[in-house]
């Protein structure tokens, strides 16, 4: 009788009750909950002190070599999902496995009362998006029928979870996680190329309503996304009891991992507590992977997963099902054991318990390094565990700049170019005599390349470049900047009409971003006084009379053109010194991007501003953001027509500096 109740988890719930969990320890370091009164009461008389004297062990089935005892099983119900998040799975979807290779309702109930007659004491249920399952009702209802099972819960990306959540809950559901990596509507449409932030909204608050405390909010972050909505989703869990969940992003972008966009958990908490000095550390829960804080007198709190920066490999307690039947003791690991298989052969209770347990005592004492994992060959991300991966922008077009092939097309523009150079820079030019083109002498395709970057900035940057002019009374003579497909025009500052030309103190004769001898070089800025700093640029992009009507009737196939755009563009600004080389990476006070349609020209009509208070402008920033909300219109739009134009791009306005304020007329 004692070894049955054993094996049912009754020395795990008495371990609960006594505040204890051998084999798990706390990921935070923060001291372990007391053992309340009750259970201090338990443990001195004499009923409790036989059943921690007779109890059975956990099953040997379920602990491993190293002691940890495994009693958490996620079950994967469905490869599918009702989204095409960009860090998941392609537009067009994955190659699902076909449906007589999946799980039965049967074959999952089967399996989840053997582990919980193992010790197991919480089931939590995954996808794909498991709430797309027609039977996930009856599957939770199932469940929850079995003895010794403490906790029912799902991870959901939230979209059908306020119309299935009151039958979920009459079931037996426990416990929610709801995946959300944004709480900015247009970049969450951006992100899972679908429509539903309100319905995902909806679930979050029909769950807070039925009484689910608490409601466990998911968010993967990523830098250069939202790392920048750290304060407003702490700021969430003010009037709702939230727990708002920041997983360090499991770098892993097509079979390569890139540390550049991992914020870790020490980073996110100074961010925070900044904010916040006030933030309070909680006690951490025996079984927890989590370290919890909460801002005192909010409702929710918030918790970090630091599965990158500080792995809780020594405590964890999972084992993971897919869709297909397949055990995963780590999900790091490529190592699998076909359940399915062996259920469907007819293997007996007795047969699984020892496949089950010969694969957990396999387990390793900690996932892979990650350059063996990224020498791995696993499953897609969506068909394990969606939730942990997050969204990787794809720049690698941007980032690379084109090989020795493209260059004939690069420099095909330079003639125009040279003329609006400072004379010193025009003469270093040298036409190479066996293609023809302009190039700086002694230098690389690759050095040019970057040269010619710097050119295009110091053009972008103002309306004049100034030089000596003995003939001016006022000492100086203003090159007017214009698009390098024209020539540039001369004005003396004295006869220049108001707005034309403007006079700026301290301009520079020659170009920033080359040292004496043409090579690429980065301003020193560390001698400037910090300013407040904005720009306002502008873009243009002419669709055509057919695209344009879908573009304002919101009929384009790839989603919201202009709500993607803007997204796209601010991501731009934030992202402008990894895209233009010689740019300083410098923090955004603001950034705002606006879209309008102008009839009349069948045009989309893009409006960038950044702020900053720092050393240098924020000009490239501004046009950054307009270019690539242009680039992403043509590129929703292309499908349609080509025939789209992209012109206009300019700065429009800038202030703060030592060369003065600039406003284009």
């Known amino acids: 009788m004692a070894a049955a109740w054993g094996r049912r988890g009754g020395p795990a ?121 027609p039977d996930v009702v009856d599957i939770v209802g199932q469940l929850y029928k079995l003895e010794g099972l403490k906790t029912i819960a799902v991870t959901t990306n939230g979209i059908n979870l306020a119309r299935l959540l009151p039958r979920l809950k009459e079931a037996g559901l426990n416990a929610i996680n709801i995946s959300l990596d944004t ?133 964890c307690n999972r084992l993971r099902i897919t869709a297909d039947g397949n055990l995963k003791v780590c999900l790091f690991g490529n190592s699998e054991v076909s359940l399915r298989d062996h259920l469907r052969s007819g293997a007996s209770e007795e047969a699984l318990v020892q496949i089950i347990g010969a694969a957990v005592g396999r387990k390793k004492k900690q996932h892979a390094g990650m350059f063996n994992i990224s020498q791995m060959k696993n499953r897609p991300m969506i068909l394990i565990e969606p939730a942990l991966m997050s969204f990787p922008l794809c720049q690698d077009a941007l980032q690379n700049p084109p090989n020795s092939k493209q260059w004939g097309h690069t420099f095909s523009r330079w003639p125009t170019l040279r003329a609006s150079l400072p004379k010193q820079m025009g003469k270093a ?75 700026v103190p301290h301009a520079s004769d020659h170009l920033t971003h080359t040292d004496e001898e043409g090579r690429a070089t980065m301003v020193d800025v560390g001698g400037k006084p910090d300013s407040r700093r904005s720009a306002v640029a502008g873009a243009v992009v002419r669709l055509g009379e057919k695209a344009f009507g879908m573009v304002r009737q919101n009929q384009v196939k790839k989603g919201d053109v202009l709500a993607v755009a803007q997204i796209a563009g601010i991501q731009g600004a934030k992202l402008t010194s990894q895209l233009i080389p010689l740019c300083h990476n410098i923090p955004l006070n603001h950034v705002e991007v606006s879209l309008s349609l102008d009839e009349a020209r069948y045009a989309v009509v893009i409006r960038s501003s950044c702020q900053t208070w720092g050393r240098t402008g924020v000009e490239m920033e501004a046009l950054t953001a307009a270019s690539l909300a242009a680039l992403t219109v043509y590129d929703m739009c292309k499908a349609v027509t080509h025939d789209i134009v992209i012109e206009e791009v300019k700065l429009l306005s800038k202030t703060g500096g030592q060369r003065g304020d600039f406003s284009r007329v």
């Open 183 to 315: 709480l900015v509507p247009a970049k969450f449409e951006f992100i899972v190329r679908r429509k539903g932030f309100h319905k995902v909204m909806e679930g979050i608050h029909k769950a807070t309503e039925l009484g689910y405390r608490p409601v466990k909010v998911n968010c993967v972050v990523m830098r250069g996304f939202n790392e920048d909505e750290l304060l407003g989703f702490v700021d969430f869990t003010k009037d709702l009891p939230l727990d708002v969940r920041f997983i360090e992003y499991m770098p892993f972008d097509g079979n390569k991992w890139n540390f550049k966009k991992m914020v870790s958990y020490k980073e996110m908490l100074d961010t925070i507590k900044q904010r916040w000095p006030e933030l309070e550390k909680l006690p951490c829960e025996a079984s927890s992977t989590a370290k919890s804080y909460k801002v005192p007198h909010f409702q929710g709190q918030i918790s970090f997963i630091t599965s990158m920066s500080e792995h809780f490999c020594g405590s």
């Open 429 to 503: 030019l040298m036409k190479n005599k066996l293609t023809g083109q302009l190039s700086l002498p002694g230098s690389h395709p690759e050095q040019q390349w970057h040269i010619t970057t710097g050119i295009l900035q110091t053009q972008l940057r103002g309306c004049c470049v100034f030089q000596k002019d003995p003939s001016s009374m006022f000492d100086t003579k203003c090159l007017e900047a214009s698009p390098v497909s024209q020539a540039s025009v001369n004005c003396q500052s004295k006869e220049a009409s108001p707005g034309s030309c403007t006079e």
């Open 13 to 133: 719930l008495l371990r609960g009750a006594l505040g204890e969990a051998p084999g798990r320890g706390c990921s935070s370091g923060a001291p372990v909950r007391a053992p309340s009164a009750a259970a201090q009461e338990l443990q001195s008389s004499g009923r409790g002190r036989f059943l921690l004297e007779h109890a059975a062990p956990f099953s040997a089935f379920l602990t491993d070599s190293f002691g940890r005892q495994h009693n958490y099983l996620r079950i994967s119900l469905t490869e599918k999902c009702n989204l095409r998040c960009q860090y998941c799975m392609p537009e067009e979807g994955v190659q699902l496995t076909p449906k007589s290779e999946l799980l039965t309702t049967q074959e999952i109930i089967t399996l989840a009362r053997l582990f919980v007659k193992e010790g197991v004491e919480k089931i939590r249920l995954t996808g794909g998006e498991p709430l797309i399952r």
